[in-house]
């Protein structure tokens, strides 16, 4: 008791600079939340694109594909190797999932569509974004195919998307993280010079380096924490005003709101590094300042 004691003592005699300390952890953890979040986001994004039916042919309106054109296509496809799903959507399955999906949109035309009008598909997907062209030329030397949707680009631009905002995001929050330990170790390398004369006098009395060392060093692991609890609620709050016009933008391809669960793992993983991060900081600043 007599630790924490010293601790929030040396913290209420220098609050401005206990204050900085926070402040900048504050937004170190407020930008690595936000990252973490939206690299998860995008994350989900692909894995729905991934998933989902990458090229789809369409054939003639209101005619289905013999079954027996349809195993040799399969066939064909799955000779490659590469064929992770493949589905044959018929004029009255088609017929169901339109009427499915519009029912309260516009009733009157919904009565007026029929399977008569509607063309039967072959949807497809590939193990691997990679093997897409080889099941596009495939499907697109088959003669009775008049329409080919291919989401190839956008699969490929999403992976682009993730893997700059994995890195942009990294140089971020690495730089923010160092910038903080840095700081840490000025504002408490300051505090440790300050009580040199303090140090000396407790070390001839037979103190420990730990009873010397440990207040310093539960000073900068309650920066971290509190910084981590800080910036953990900005992102709550931003995630929190967000959600609606997220879920109205990405409805059926994420789960939203995101489960409190999830933001409180992510709270505590905080708070683990932020402590961490401060009890470096203190700890390179005690080495370096008071020579012990």
């Known amino acids: 008791m007599s630790l924490l004691n010293t601790t929030f003592k040396q913290i209420r005699r ?50 289905d594909i013999p079954q027996q054109d349809i195993d040799r296509i399969k066939n064909r496809l799955e000779a490659t190797g590469k064929l992770a799903s493949f589905k044959y959507t018929s004029t009255k399955d088609a017929e169901k999932y339109y009427k499915e999906k519009s029912a309260n949109e516009d009733p009157l035309l919904n009565e007026l569509v029929d399977y008569k009008i509607l063309p039967p598909s072959i949807e497809v997907s590939a193990t691997e974004i990679s093997a897409l062209p080889q099941l596009k030329e495939i499907i697109d030397g088959e003669p009775a195919v008049l329409d080919i949707d291919y989401y190839e680009d956008i699969v490929n631009q999403l992976m682009i998307w993730v893997r700059n905002i994995r890195y942009l995001g990294l140089g971020i929050v690495g730089f923010l993280a160092l910038l903080s330990v840095l700081i840490l170790m000025v504002i408490l390398g300051l505090k440790v010079k300050n009580k040199r004369p303090e140090i000396e006098i407790m070390r001839l009395l037979g103190a420990s380096a730990w009873q010397v060392h440990s207040p310093f060093l539960f000073e900068g692991m309650f920066y971290g924490a509190f910084g981590a609890i800080w910036g953990w609620l900005g992102t709550f709050t931003l995630l929190q005003y967000m959600t609606p016009a997220l879920i109205e933008w990405l409805d059926g391809i994420l789960s939203l709101p995101v489960p409190t669960q999830y933001l409180l793992m992510l709270l505590g993983v905080l708070m683990f590094t932020g402590t961490f991060l401060g009890m470096l900081g203190s700890l390179l600043a005690v080495r370096r300042f008071s020579r012990i």
């Open 14 to 63: 220098t609050p401005y600079q206990a204050l900085i300390a926070v402040l900048i952890l504050s937004l170190t953890f407020f930008a690595s939340a936000t990252f973490i979040i939206i690299l998860f986001g995008f994350s989900k994004t692909l894995q729905y694109f991934e998933k989902a039916p990458q090229i789809i042919a369409y054939y003639e309106k209101g005619k």
